[in-house]
């Protein structure tokens, strides 16, 4: 018997080769990035995305301290077909109407 081979390592011991990818099931595709480039279709906006981004703007001009056009934003969206969305900006108009009270 020789001394000079090597010794026997367990899998564990031996550096793993495999690729992110490839732990990945083999029916999961990856989704390409989106883009606006050029030459590419225009998403269409659902009014949801409307929806949402009105909200996104009416949070920006509630955090700046510009309670009154924030309001504004938010008495729109009360209106809203999504009823989460609505829930919340009936909040942040009391919230509004809180800040924009006299005795504040």
Do not use: W
């Not at 590419?40 to 009014?47: K, M, N, R």
Request: hydrophobic fraction near 30%; include cysteine.
């Amino acid at each position: 018997m020789r001394k000079d081979s090597q010794p026997k390592t367990s899998p564990k011991a031996q550096p793993q080769s495999r690729s992110r990818r490839s732990r990945m099931p083999s029916n999961v595709q990856e989704q390409a990035p989106r883009t606006n480039r050029r030459g590419e279709q225009a998403q269409e906006l659902t009014p949801l995305d409307l929806e949402l981004a009105l909200y996104g703007r009416a949070i920006e001009l509630f955090n700046a301290g510009q309670f009154q056009p924030a309001k504004e934003a938010f008495e729109k969206l009360a209106a809203a077909r999504n009823r989460d969305l609505a829930h919340s900006a009936e909040l942040r108009i009391r919230m509004c109407e809180q800040r924009l009270a006299p005795g504040r």
